[in-house]
T-cell receptor
Framework: NAGVMQNPRHLVRRRGQEARLRCSPM?????VYWYRQLPEEGLKFMVY????????ESGMPKERFSAEFPKEGPSILRIQQVVRGDSAAYFC??????????????FGPGTRLTVL | EDQVTQSPEALRLQEGESSSLNCSYT??????LFWYRQDPGKGPEFLFT???AGEEKEKERLKATLTKKESFLHITAPKPEDSATYLC????????FGTGTRLQVFP
């Protein structure tokens, strides 16, 4: 049973370019979460999605960041016009549900974004 | 504001020297306390979930316990391969993480 998959694992962008990060949840999981880990800081929640719905985006910066989880295909985190401060590790997690043990979140290996 | 605090920030142990890591919280609407292990350059690896005060779970040399305001991760007779950052997180649908404890175990 494959775990959470993220690609690319490493992404280098110049300031002003767009970054697209992809996440395929574990088989049978319909809930996806994105977290960001800045250098020397803890993991911070960004957004929680179910298929075709954004449930909670309270951790997303108001500008330049967007996320989607379409009916078919992976979840996408998009960062437009990247700046150096966006350099971080971005992790995706998935869970099968939201109650009890179904809320246990399993993480992917992360995408490390470097903005030059 | 919901907050999770882990201590100590860093811990150096000799192989076989048991110790405990602390995770305290002020969170409303708790729906589980999670422990993860994170190795450098990798994603967090799920260890345990605890749901109610008094609950305990064990896995090899690790044992996690939960009270109403804090959780402990006890490491018994650690080995060098236990070296990692240990993260706790409180679940309110989204996970609220502490900044972790960096554990180094020396032979």
């Amino acid at each position: 049973n494959a775990g959470v998959m993220q690609n690319p694992r490493h992404l280098v962008r110049r300031r002003g370019q767009e970054a697209r990060l992809r996440c395929s949840p574990m088989k049978g999981h319909s809930h996806v979460y994105w977290y960001r880990q800045l250098p020397e800081e803890g993991l911070k929640f960004m957004v929680y999605l179910q298929k075709e719905n954004i449930i909670d985006e309270s951790g997303m910066p108001k500008e330049r960041f967007s996320a989607e989880f379409p009916k078919e295909g992976p979840s996408i985190l998009r960062i437009q016009q990247v700046v150096r401060g966006d350099s971080a590790a971005y992790f995706c997690a998935s869970s099968p549900g939201t109650s009890g043990a179904y809320n246990e979140q399993f993480f992917g290996p992360g995408t490390r974004l470097t903005v030059l | 504001e919901d907050q999770v605090t882990q201590s100590p920030e860093a811990l150096r142990l000799q192989e076989g020297e048991s110790s405990s890591l602390n995770c305290s919280y002020t969170v409303s609407g708790l729906r589980g306390l999670f422990w993860y292990r994170q190795d450098p350059g990798k994603g967090p690896e799920f260890l345990f979930t605890l749901y109610s005060a008094g609950e305990e779970k064990e896995k090899e040399r690790l044992k996690a316990t939960l009270t109403k305001k804090e959780s402990f991760l006890h490491i018994t007779a650690p080995k060098p391969e236990d070296s990692a950052t240990y993260l706790c997180a409180y679940n309110t649908d989204k996970l609220i993480f502490g900044t972790g404890t960096r554990l180094q175990v020396f032979p």
